[in-house]
């Protein structure tokens, strides 16, 4: 998971505008994602799920609940750090894609923008990639980042930024994919734990 999108759609035009998600406005993000063949993708532990960007008002709360299940996984819990609503918020600013199975359930999302900047970098930025704990090593992190990636490409856009904290397990799934590390800060954020900015640059291999 590293650190760092919910359509409201209002009777059909104006429904696709905002999304109130408990009283909270969030904008709407450009979601022209093409998903092609990863429409109802059938994975290699026969469950079927479907790739979707984030369309309607239920969509919400189905995000809201998935943030709930992993609030607890986080280094530090988004719950104490943003809030889950805050943090929410903070995620739809750009684009959303998530995989849902049978029932509908969020299994796992991925959240990235096309412009970000602070104080260390600037350019593309996935700032979220998360898996419900069950379905970790099934192939849906990979198939997330994948999507990501090509939308990103699409757009004309390379070196693309993550950021996320040394002890994460989803490290390996980032250097996989492309990504080294370009900056370290140690103990950033408790004691003996720091945090790491990986970029994946334009002659990485899809």
């Not at 700032?127 to 198939?143: D, F, M, N, Y």
């Not at 980042?145 to 490409?153: E, F, R, T």
């Amino acid at each position: 998971m590293s650190e760092e999108e919910l359509l409201n759609e209002d009777e059909m035009d104006s429904r696709r505008n905002a999304l109130f998600l408990s009283e909270t406005k969030l904008a709407k993000p450009d979601v022209g994602v093409t998903l092609g063949v990863l429409e109802d993708l059938v994975l290699d532990f026969d469950t079927k799920i479907s790739m979707n960007s984030l369309d309607t008002p239920a969509d919400a709360n189905k995000l809201l609940d998935f943030f709930k299940v992993i609030d607890q996984y986080w280094m530090l819990p988004l719950s104490e750090v943003w809030g889950l609503e805050a943090y929410v918020k903070r995620v739809t600013t750009g684009k959303m894609l998530y995989l849902t199975n049978q029932d509908n359930k969020i299994m796992g999302l991925i959240a990235y923008r096309e412009h970000y900047q602070d104080q260390n970098i600037v350019g593309p930025y996935i700032s979220t990639v998360a898996v419900l704990p069950e379905h970790h090593g099934k192939g849906l992190g990979q198939k997330l980042m994948g999507s990501a990636i090509s939308d990103l490409h699409s757009l004309g856009l390379d070196n693309i930024w993550i950021k996320t904290w040394t002890t994460n397990k989803a490290i390996s799934l980032y250097k996989r994919n492309g990504f080294e590390v370009k900056i370290y800060l140690p103990d950033d954020r408790k004691p003996g734990v720091g945090s790491i900015y990986l970029r994946r640059d334009s002659k990485a291999k899809d």
